[in-house]
């Protein structure tokens, strides 16, 4: 069981955040395995997001900084149907790449969904309510992901998330693999 | 209680009598597709899982059709097909549809049907989002990722949530003359909205959608994930039967969905009520009327993709833009090369179509996904500035089609041609009353 809390600032973000917004298509031709190529996907996470609805409320604020392949944020909190569009796995990848450790949302699309747990990039937390208004992009988070519940340290409110279900086994396996071979399916 | 069609399908699948939304089941899978974009990180992950020397689970139902990012200098993007190409030869794999070869074929989703891989009552997965394309010949078929993709590799199975499924009935004959499968499908989409479907089957249903050709069933089946449908579907039937016998002989099984079949919720239609759709810059669910946008400004019109550019929907597009000359730039890519072939074999009043393209002044480019998702930035047709797109393709989110400062208006391939005639959003509805007088 992963027990660590997950700690950092916000990144907060609109609704229908779909997949070339997160990574546009023009940088999918990079390699994933190769250590340093990989590192522009962090460089470009979340680059096709229209420049003020970036890191909300104020906008214009860039998930990675000119010239760095990794984000001073940990956790993206965003309004509803998050990662639509396309399947591609680069989305969570770059995500990841950039120093992404979890999300928050009242929903999701489901391919992205899926992929965030089968790959162990991230984890896609689910809010009871759209929190893209009451969190500011910067706000220092935790997630607590015994109860589970969200801690906003910068301004004192605790949100509720809803628990992982049946992908929750998956989220603590680390990825489809790693729970394939815990349970026999692949061989170790 | 009764089950879908889709239940029915996933049920047979993981080996269990029946099966009802929520369970998580292990299905066997039929076809796995990938293409350029998502195989090469696939191939990646399944070796790394699997180890180097590590073999496809059945190479027989494997499928790569590289389509994505083909005509173009980028030296990323010719090093993924590279990495194809390696792949098949290192696995013998019997359809591989390489670029610069005669096998060569084009958009995945279309490229499949034609070769016979979609097939009733089957499981096919494929690393991309329109897979749901297939759902259209009474198959279960939707989009997963590189990881999912290198796990059925090694495998041969995935695990599946079972959906809920929505059903949109259709009453009414046949389309109106002025109507295309893409104005039922934006309608549906504006209605209940980009997430009105997450995790649902959305299946369609009713007479007016069982007098349409397979590439119509298509073009709505496509689009469910335009409403974040899991998988799109429509029952098999005579014309289902046709297109699949013509193109393999590989038995197959055909389901249907129960008369008690449990729904989470019924949507009804009539074709004779509906008009030309356009959704607006920049969801798919943004909807209006064409005859609402009439006289927008556009700079650039498009005809292609897996959804808006086969034979049927060049067909469509030729029937107006025959005898004019066009007032705004017109890209006209051919989803597959067998449609590309189409363009100079199908004929007109005795002219055949690329002619009509090519007399009124339209860009035609080679077989690919093309512009639909902008690509680098040497693709044909993308949107490179503030341009404003009529484009009969399935997505319009920001920087979609290339700049992020562009606008793209989605319409059907009637909508496109007459708007691509008059240099503004215009109903077709005017063109096509000429036509019949
Ligand atoms: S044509 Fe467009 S929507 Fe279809 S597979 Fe290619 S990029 Fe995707």
Known sequence: ???????????VLGKNIDT????????????LSDPEERKLYGKYALSGVPA????????????????????????????????CGSSREHA?????????????????????????????????????EDLSKKIRTGDELEIDSEVPA????????????????SVADIVHAGGIFAYARENGMVPR | MGMTLTEKILAKHSGRDRVKPGDNVWVNVDVLMTHDVCGPPAISIFHREFGDDAKVWDKDKLVIIPDHYIFTKDKYANRNVDVLRAFAAEQDLPHFYDVGTDRYKGVCHVALPEEGFTRPGEVLFGTDSHTCTAGAFGQFATGIGNTDAAFIMGTGKLWVKVPETMRFVFEGGSLPPYLMAKDIILKII????????????MEFAGPGIQALTMEDRMTLTNMAIEAGGKNGVVEPDGVTEEYVRARTDKPFEKFYSDPDAEYHSEHFY?????VPMVAKPHSPDNKATAEELEGVKLDRAYIGSCTGGKLSDFVAAAEIIRGHKLKIDTYIVPATTEIARGLETETLLGTPLIDIFREAGCKIGNASCAACLGGPSDTFGRLNKEEVCISSTNRNY????????????????YTVAASAVTGVITDPRIFIQETVI
Do not use: W
């Open chain 1, 150 to 165: 969200l801690i906003n340290h910068t301004r004192g409110e605790t949100y509720k998330l809803n628990p992982l279900g």
């Open chain 2, 270 to 274: 009539n074709l004779e009520e509906l």
């Open chain 1, 1 to 11: 069981m992963k027990t660590k809390p997950i700690t950092g600032k916000a990144f």
């Open chain 1, 92 to 128: 969570p990848a770059c995500l990841e790449i950039a120093g992404i450790k979890a999300i928050v949302s009242p929903s999701y699309a489901r391919i992205f969904y899926r992929n965030s747990v089968d790959g162990g990039f991230l984890t896609p937390y689910e809010s009871e």
């Open chain 2, 190 to 201: 504006g209605d209940i909205g980009v997430d009105g479907a997450t995790y649902r089957t």
């Open chain 2, 398 to 413: 920001p920087g979609r089609m290339g700049s992020k400062a562009a606008q793209v208006y989605l319409a059907s391939p």
């Open chain 1, 52 to 83: 003020e609805e970036s890191g909300l409320p104020q906008g214009n604020i860039p998930l990675t900084r000119e010239d760095e392949t990794e984000s001073e944020f940990s956790i993206i909190v965003a309004s509803d149907n998050f990662g």
């Open chain 1, 20 to 31: 070339d917004q997160i990574i546009p298509a023009a940088h999918l031709v990079y390699s």
